[in-house]
Nanobody, 115 residues
Framework: QVQLVESGGGLVQPGGSLRLSCAASGSTLSINTMGWYRQAPGKARVLVATITSGGSANYADSVKGRFTISRDNAKNTMDLQMNSLKPEDTAVYYC?????????WGKGTLVTVSS
C-alpha cells in the first residue's frame, strides 16, 4: 500500500500562484512515476503533469509554460508550482503514484481560481 497526502489547494485570484504538494509513504518503489491529475465539475479526470523517478516531466498542453512539476526522491514528495492561474484551472487536483503493477490516488485538493 502507498498512502498519498496532498496539500496546498485553496482560493486564488486569476493570474495568481499556488503550490501543491504530495507526500507518499508506505510501500514505495524506487522506480515510479508521480503525477497530478485534475477533475473539474461535471468533467472527467485529466492529466496535468507527471514526473518519473528519473526526473523526466510531461505536461498537458493547457498548462505548459505555467505549471512546473518537481519531486524529491529522498523524501518521496512531489510539488506542482502553478503560476498565471486561470479560472479554467479550477478543479480538484489529485496526486497519483504508479510503478510496476501498482497505481494509487490521493483524496484530492480543491483549487479554485476566481475573483
Amino acid at each position: 500500500q502507498v498512502q498519498l497526502v496532498e496539500s496546498g489547494g485553496g482560493l486564488v485570484q486569476p493570474g495568481g500562484s499556488l503550490r501543491l504538494s504530495c507526500a507518499a509513504s508506505g510501500s514505495t518503489l524506487s522506480i515510479n512515476t508521480m503525477g497530478w491529475y485534475r477533475q473539474a465539475p461535471g468533467k472527467a479526470r485529466v492529466l496535468v503533469a507527471t514526473i518519473t523517478s528519473g526526473g523526466s516531466a510531461n505536461y498537458a498542453d493547457s498548462v505548459k509554460g505555467r505549471f512546473t512539476i518537481s519531486r524529491d526522491n529522498a523524501k518521496n514528495t512531489m510539488d506542482l508550482q502553478m503560476n498565471s492561474l486561470k479560472p479554467e484551472d479550477t478543479a480538484v487536483y489529485y496526486c497519483n503514484y504508479r510503478g510496476g503493477l501498482i497505481n494509487y490516488w490521493g483524496k484530492g485538493t480543491l483549487v479554485t481560481v476566481s475573483s
